[in-house]
Structures are given as C-alpha cells and as structure tokens.
C-alpha cells in the first residue's frame, strides 16, 4: 500500500477499534469456460458477523469474479461498493531470498488496482506460496479496506453529530476534517442519503 493508504488505513483502525472488520476466505471453487470466456466462482468466507457464508461472481478471469461476487454480496450494507471499480491485476513469481528454488520456498506477489468514483487508483498487495491465493487474498483486502471505509465515515459522522449537538465546535471541526480525509475513498452520497433518512 502507498503512504497515503497505509495513513488511512491506521485512521480506520483507530476510529472503529474493535468494530474492524476482518474479511476472511476459507476457500472457494472455480469454473472457467474457454469458449465464452467467463469465470464462475463459488467462495467460502466469514460474513461480517462471523458466519459461514458463500458468495458467487463471474467475471473475465479468477480475480475479477471474486471481485464481483464481493461487491455484489455486500454492497446492500455498504453501498460505495458500488462506486468503485476492478482497475488491474498482475502477478509475479519471486524466487527465495535464500537462493532456492524449490516450490516450498518461492513465494508468488499479486498486485489488485481499485479506482474510486473520482479515478483515483489504490494499490493492494498479497505474498504468499501460491499464485491463486494471493490473487485472493489481495482481492479480499481491497473490498476490506473500502468496507471499513464506509464503516469510518458513519462513526465520523455519529461523533460528529455528537459533538455538535454539545456544542463543542473544537472538535466539531476536528471530526470534520477528518471525515473530508476519508470521503477521498470513494463517494458516500447514497450512504449520505440513508443517514439523512434516518434522522428524520
């Protein structure tokens, strides 16, 4: 991750503390057919509450099916799922640091770009012996990090409101800020919407 994400990423942990949210893929199943050039994937995983849940997608290749499916699966409680976007994918085979090359030591580096509503791009980076999880596992940062994200700026906006309600335009300005940091994720005009809603 950039500077910049790495920044925001420790704001998110810090607002939301123990309500982080931990996306986890305990597997998933793949089928790729060669004559329509479509994906299918069926992935095991931990829901937000910690239950067993599998989602499906389809998509041009392994990544951008997960892709989907996570987006799709979530994207009700988190609707700037939808603003965002599958951007790249690229993997790359590294060769142990020890100078072996055997299959147990080589480990394989997967990149994934996510471009917000605006264009601007976020870099997500997954280590691990195998090539597929990697992908994976990059894949499930990425949607982690943009669901926090939602989850960050709802809690900014509840203190904020707080705050104001007290009349303590110190921090009224300081919640502000940091909301306006994190609103360059991505755009939360429908997540504005429903919060608008319900405060009537």
């Given at each position: 991750m950039a500077l910049e994400q790495d920044k925001m990423q420790s704001l998110m942990e810090e607002i939301l503390q123990e309500d982080y949210v931990r996306l986890e893929v305990?597997?998933?199943t793949l089928e790729?057919?060669?004559?329509d050039g479509v994906c299918r994937i069926i992935c095991r995983m931990n829901?937000?509450?910690g239950e067993k849940v599998e989602v499906r997608g389809e998509g041009v290749g392994t990544i951008d099916?997960?892709?989907?499916?996570?987006?799709?699966?979530?994207a009700e409680d988190y609707p700037s799922l939808k603003s965002i976007g599958f951007s790249q994918f690229s993997i790359k085979g590294?060769?142990?640091?020890?100078?072996?090359?055997t299959s147990t030591k080589a480990e394989a580096e997967a990149t994934v770009g996510i471009v917000n509503s605006e264009g601007k791009e976020f870099v997500f980076q997954s280590k691990v012996p195998s090539v597929s999880r990697a992908g994976v596992q990059a894949t499930v940062e990425a949607t982690e990090y943009f669901v926090n994200s939602e989850r960050t700026y709802v809690r900014l906006h509840e203190i904020?409101?707080?705050?104001?309600?007290?009349g303590r335009t110190d921090l009224v300005e300081k919640y502000t800020d940091l909301m306006s940091q994190v609103v360059q994720n991505t755009s939360y005009s429908e997540v504005v919407e429903?919060?608008?809603?319900?405060m009537k």
């Open positions: 305990a597997g998933y790729e057919d060669f004559d829901d937000l509450d099916a997960l892709f989907a499916a996570l987006r799709a699966h979530l590294l060769i142990s640091s020890e100078g072996e090359r904020l409101e707080h705050y104001r309600s007290e429903q919060i608008r809603e319900s």
